[in-house]
C-alpha cells in the first residue's frame, strides 16, 4: 500500500520505488481499463457509464491511500473534489445547461441553425463550423466558452444535416482548443509564459508554426470531406430575433468577459426575449430547471474525477512521473521530447491542462537551461501538448460539457478529432527537426 511521506519534497531529493509509484497511479489506469478499454473490446462507449469506472477507480484510489485512518482519506478526496476550481467549473456546467435548454425552449437554437443553413452551402457548414470555433475560442481564450456557446448549435445543425452528432461535436472541440492553445488571455498560454519566463508574442510567434498548419490541414480536410455533402432540407423561415441570446453570448465572450457573467446575460436576454414572444415564464423556468437536472450526471463525473485525481497527487503519482521522464534527459531533442511527454502524462492523470502546464512547469524550465533549448520552444511545446492531452481524453471538462450538451458519450467524438492529432504529428516534427529553426 502506499506510504504517505511530504508531498513537497522536489522530484530529485527522495525518489519514490516504482511499486510505489506505479501503485499510485493505478486508479487512473483502472479507470481507463474500465472505461477506455472496455468500451473498445466491446465496441460500444454507452455501454460501459463512465461515471460507474470513475466511482470504481476512486474507492480504489481511497483504499491504495494507506497511512492515516480512512476519515482522513476520505477528506483528502473531499478536499480535492471540493476546490474552487472544481466548484467554478459546476457553476459553468448548471448556468450552461440552464441557457442551453432555455434557449432551445424560446426557438433561439432552430433560428440560429435556419440562419447558418440558409447563409451557408451545405458542403460549407463544417468548415465554416470549425473555423467559428478556432476564431471564438481566439478571441476569447477559453475552450469551455466556445464549447458552451457552439455545442447546441454544432448538434441541431447535425440533426437537420441527418449527420453524425458525435463529428459535428468533435468539429468544435477541435476548433476549441485551437483558440486555447494560442490565445493571448488563454490561462495554459499566461501558464506557459510564467512557467518559462518568456513573452506572450514571442510564444505566440513559435505556436503559430505548430498550430496553424495543424488547424490548416483539419480545415482543408474539412472541405474535401463536405464535397459529398448531400443537400440538407432548409428549415422555414422563422423570426431572426430569435438569434439574440446566441449574439449576447458570443458578443460578450468575444470581449472577453468571465464565462458566467456571459452565460448569465445569454440567460436574461432569453428569459426577455421570452417574455416578448408571450411564453409563460413558468414555462422558460421549466426548460431552465430542466437543463440543469440534465448537467447532474456530468457534475457527478466531475466531482469524482477530481477527487480520484487529487488522491493520485497525494499518493505521489505526479512525482513519480516527474522522476522518471527527467531522469534519462540528453541532448536538444531529447529535452523536448521529455517536456512533451512530461505534460502530457500530468495531463492524462490531472484532466486540466492548466494544472499539468503550472505541475511540469519549473521542470521544464530546468531541462531548457540544460540542454540549450530556447524557452518560447518550450513554452509552445508546453501549451501544444497539454492541448493534445486535453482535447482527446473522454474525462476532461470540455468534452464531458460538449458532450453533456449534445447528449452523447464522452468518448464518441474521439475518432473525428482531427485536429489535436494533426497538432500531434506537427509538434513531432518540430522536434524532430527542430523548427521554428531561430528558436534552435
Not at 190 to 218: V, Y
Amino acid at each position: 500500500m502506499v506510504r504517505i511521506s511530504d508531498n513537497n519534497t522536489s522530484p530529485g531529493s527522495v525518489r519514490i520505488p516504482s511499486r510505489r509509484g506505479w501503485l499510485a497511479l493505478s486508479p487512473v489506469i483502472l479507470f481507463l481499463l474500465l472505461y477506455v478499454a472496455v468500451s473498445l473490446v466491446i465496441d460500444d462507449f454507452y455501454r460501459m457509464p463512465i461515471a460507474v469506472a470513475l466511482t470504481v477507480s476512486s474507492a480504489w484510489s481511497v483504499i491504495i491511500l494507506r497511512g492515516r485512518p480512512l476519515l482522513k482519506r476520505i477528506e483528502v478526496f473531499s478536499r480535492a473534489a471540493g476546490h474552487s476550481n472544481i466548484l467554478y467549473m459546476l457553476w459553468v456546467f448548471i448556468l450552461a445547461g440552464a441557457f442551453s435548454a432555455l434557449a432551445g425552449g424560446i426557438g433561439s437554437v432552430d433560428a440560429t441553425v435556419a440562419l447558418a443553413l440558409r447563409t451557408f452551402p451545405p458542403q460549407f457548414v463544417v468548415p465554416v463550423l470549425f473555423f467559428a470555433s478556432c476564431f471564438i475560442s481566439l478571441s476569447i481564450g477559453t475552450s469551455v466558452g466556445t464549447v458552451v456557446a457552439l455545442t447546441p448549435l454544432a448538434a441541431q445543425i447535425a440533426g437537420a444535416a441527418e449527420g453524425d452528432v458525435a463529428f459535428y461535436v468533435a468539429v468544435v472541440l477541435g476548433g476549441a482548443f485551437f483558440g486555447d492553445n494560442l490565445s493571448f488571455i488563454s490561462d495554459t498560454t499566461i501558464a506557459a509564459t510564467r512557467s518559462l519566463g518568456c513573452d506572450m508574442a514571442d510564444k505566440f510567434k513559435a505556436n503559430l508554426w505548430i498550430a496553424l498548419p495543424a488547424a490548416i490541414a483539419t480545415l482543408g480536410l474539412y472541405i474535401a470531406t463536405g464535397r459529398g455533402t448531400g443537400e440538407i432540407p432548409l428549415p422555414p423561415e422563422t423570426d431572426w430575433i430569435l438569434i439574440i441570446p446566441y449574439l449576447v453570448v458570443l458578443a460578450t465572450a468575444i470581449a472577453g468577459i468571465n464565462v458566467t457573467v456571459v452565460l448569465s446575460l445569454g440567460i436574461l436576454s432569453a428569459i426577455l426575449l421570452g417574455i416578448i414572444k408571450g411564453i409563460p415564464l413558468l414555462d422558460m423556468a421549466t426548460s431552465a430547471g430542466n437543463g440543469i437536472d440534465g448537467m447532474g450526471n456530468l457534475i457527478i463525473i466531475t466531482l469524482l474525477a477530481a477527487g480520484m485525481l487529487g488522491m493520485i497527487k497525494e499518493a505521489g503519482g505526479i512525482r513519480f512521473i516527474l522522476e522518471r521522464l527527467t531522469s534519462g534527459v540528453s541532448g536538444r531533442r531529447g529535452g523536448q521530447t521529455v517536456i512533451a511527454l512530461l505534460v502530457a502524462v500530468v495531463n492524462l492523470c490531472t484532466a486540466n491542462n492548466t494544472v499539468a502546464i503550472i505541475t511540469t512547469g519549473s521542470i521544464s524550465r530546468d531541462i531548457s537551461a540544460r540542454y540549450g533549448i530556447d524557452p518560447r520552444k518550450s513554452a509552445s511545446l508546453l501549451d501544444s501538448t497539454s492541448c493534445i492531452v486535453q482535447c482527446l481524453i473522454p474525462y476532461g471538462a470540455q468534452t464531458l460539457l460538449a458532450t453533456s450538451l449534445a447528449g452523447i458519450s464522452p468518448a464518441a467524438p474521439f475518432p473525428y478529432l482531427y485536429y489535436p492529432f494533426a497538432l500531434a504529428v506537427m509538434v513531432t516534427l518540430s522536434i524532430i527537426f527542430l523548427f521554428p529553426r531561430r528558436l534552435n
